[in-house]
């Protein structure tokens, strides 16, 4: 080499030394740091964490930071350099910090402080712990994985700590699978499958939103004071109250997957999109599959429209008043998603879609509905978010005109009632103790398209049994729910979107109208047979015990159940002559002689079927009912039959 080259062959060979160093100093860009926490929760208000990384070999250095709000009383291969963050020593490929982080986190919307995340002593609903990972200054990737110790499900952003099931679905038509956890101390409202089929339904409707690959839910047990019905956190983890049903025009379940498909940024103007998107689609998609009726929806959004909104500029966060965003948002949003397919063949969620993850603006909202439906819809969506102005909402007819698909609509037919009682229709669902309640319910498709429904049958809140099916236009269909009612109250029922309530009484008393002894005079010894007329003594079904009583002595009791007029009969035989008094019930009353003889005023046959008649059972102290007939009664029968077969 040329003594000229020496000193650029020595700078370039000290730059390849230099960059190659540099390059082995550093993970690859594409390489994701393994980061494991395990949860725990021994106290009430405390979660335990061990977070474990996995430090890559080639790292020159590795910082950790942790979550805010905790306190880290053990490490292994780390040295503290401030209040949250924490250096790798080198000590050990894979160093540990274990800490506490808050359990319970509340919030006050007015009504005192109220649980977001809570530790109790028997569960805790918390944060997943995240952590961020640095080499030196920059930002590593971290593929963060979460355990629990003991019994517990984990998910990315929320973790439930207790005894659980968990269920799980694949949307078809969507890649991606929805994880609910139904913890042992929760008390769902809604079937886990009909939870399901809700989010998968609004899993695949939704036109806006790259779906995450997993959705994971918690049914949060309602035994705190939860400062909301539901939350979204991360991605795509929530948690919604166990109480919170389906078949409702604010479907809780539905509001907090739709927050995981909002991809876009808003800004202070648009902020009222987030929760009014929400709240709209969780009542469209309960009303297109037929858990709710169009009315039920429409009112959901005439309350965008309550007096308490009245100064309410969407566009302008200080006007609102509690739940603005909520309900006058739905309103807007929908009655501009409503103007746009029924004028344009496109829809406020097609809008959505094209903003994908970016900052939006109230000038890019405008834009892209002029560019959709045109200038005069951009004029209604300047007006109903920049100033007081409200839409009115649009009945039936109007929706199916726009929306198109599967209207349905239920209408309750009857009532039926089965049990000891009776078996007979009622006009009113109005029963005893004891009685099966049937309610039979008519689903008609009255939109232009054929389609899916959904109907289920709760009583006071509980889900008791869920029909689907699918209808064609102008097609109906009659489904019919029962259940047992044990205890007298007022029950609340409901199926879809009809309701009713059912009154559940105590049995009535039974009471004796009438009451006869055949014969009125016997001979000592002779069967008597007592026979008493009775009747409900309210107006509704009666059950109780007929008491049979001879000069005050209880002589014989017979068990009814009557709904109407029905006759009861006791047998009993008077040993000694004399005059009796026989009374049963309250009131009725008869009186029997006893004669020495045969002075009975009826003949035998007429006293042999004395206890024949009526639907009441018999109870009886002797074995005979009536009398049997005596031996010169059979002879002379056989004597006669000798006769007439001599003479054929």
Do not use: C
Request: aromatic share 6%.
């Amino acid at each position: 080499m040329p003594p000229s080259r020496r000193p650029v062959a020595a700078i370039a060979l000290f730059i390849l030394l230099a960059t190659g160093a540099a390059l082995l100093a550093a993970p690859a860009a594409a390489q994701e740091v393994p980061v494991e926490h395990t949860v725990s929760a021994d106290e009430p208000g405390r979660v335990d964490v061990t977070t474990a990384v996995d430090a890559p070999s080639d790292a020159a250095g590795l910082t950790v930071v942790l979550p805010r709000r905790t306190d880290v009383y053990e490490t292994e291969g780390f040295t503290r350099v401030d209040e949250r963050t924490y250096e790798w020593t080198r000590s050990t490929d894979r160093p540990t910090l274990s800490y506490t982080m808050a359990g319970n986190v509340t919030v006050d919307r007015g009504a005192g402080e109220r649980y977001t995340y809570v530790a109790t002593d028997g569960w805790a609903l918390v944060r997943s712990p995240r952590v961020a990972v640095y080499d030196r200054t920059e930002r590593l990737a971290v593929d963060q994985r979460h355990t629990v110790a003991g019994e517990g499900v984990a998910g990315p952003n929320v973790t439930y700590l207790g005894p659980a099931e968990v269920r799980t679905r694949d949307v078809e038509g969507v890649d991606q699978r929805l994880r609910l956890v139904v913890p042992a101390a929760a008390d769902l409202r809604t079937d886990p499958e009909t939870v399901l089929d809700s989010m998968a339904e609004a899993a695949r409707r939704l036109p806006f939103g790259d779906p995450d690959g997993k959705v994971f839910v918690v049914a949060a047990p309602t035994t705190v004071g939860w400062a909301a019905t539901g939350l979204q956190r991360g991605d795509a983890d929530m948690w919604v109250r166990d109480t919170q049903r389906v078949a409702g025009p604010r479907n809780a379940w539905v509001h907090e997957y739709v927050h995981t498909r909002q991809e876009y940024e808003p800004t202070e103007a648009t902020r009222w999109t987030i929760e009014g998107m929400a709240d709209y689609y969780a009542a469209l998609y309960s009303y297109e599959t037929g858990r709710i009726d169009h009315g039920t929806f429409r009112r959901k959004l005439e309350q965008g429209d309550r007096e308490t909104h009245a100064d309410v500029r969407l566009a302008e966060p200080d006007t609102w008043d509690d739940e603005a965003d909520y309900e006058k948002g739905a309103l807007v949003y929908g009655a501009l998603d409503r103007r746009l397919r029924a004028t344009a063949d496109a829809s406020v969620g097609g809008v959505v879609a094209e903003f994908g993850g970016g900052e939006v603006t109230q000038a890019d909202l405008l834009d892209a509905i002029e560019a959709a439906g045109g200038a005069d819809i951009r004029a209604d969506a300047e007006r109903y978010t920049e100033t007081t102005a409200t839409p009115p909402t649009w009945d039936r007819a109007a929706h199916a005109e726009a929306f198109g698909g599967a209207v349905f609509t239920r209408s309750v037919e009857g009532y039926a009632v089965d049990g000891p009682y009776r078996s007979e229709s009622l006009e009113t669902p109005r029963l005893v103790a004891g009685e099966r309640l049937e309610m039979t319910v008519v689903v008609r498709n009255e939109g232009p398209d054929p389609g899916g429904y959904v109907v289920e049958f709760a009583v006071d809140g509980d889900l008791v049994e869920t029909r689907r099916g699918r209808l064609a236009p102008g097609e109906s269909t009659t489904l019919s729910f029962a259940r047992d009612f044990e205890t007298p109250g007022e029950y609340g029922l409901r199926a879809g979107g009809t309701t009713a309530t059912a009154t559940v009484e105590p049995p009535g008393e039974p009471r004796v109208t009438e009451l006869s002894a055949a014969p009125k005079t016997a001979a000592p010894g002779e069967s008597v047979v007592l026979r008493a007329t009775v009747v409900p003594a309210a107006d509704r079904p009666a059950a109780g015990t007929v008491e049979f009583a001879v000069d005050g002595q209880p002589v014989a009791g017979t068990r009814v159940a009557v709904t109407r007029e029905t006759t009861v009969e006791a047998t009993t035989t008077f040993e000694t002559p004399g005059d009796y008094t026989v009374r049963a019930g309250d009131r009725a009353s008869t009186r029997v002689q006893v004669r020495e003889g045969a002075s009975a005023s009826q003949t035998p046959a007429e006293r042999a079927g004395a206890g024949k008649g009526g639907d009441g059972a018999v109870t009886t102290e002797t074995d005979a009912v009536g009398a049997a007939p005596g031996p010169i009664i059979v002879l002379a029968a056989l004597a006669a039959t000798l006769l007439l077969w001599g003479r054929r």
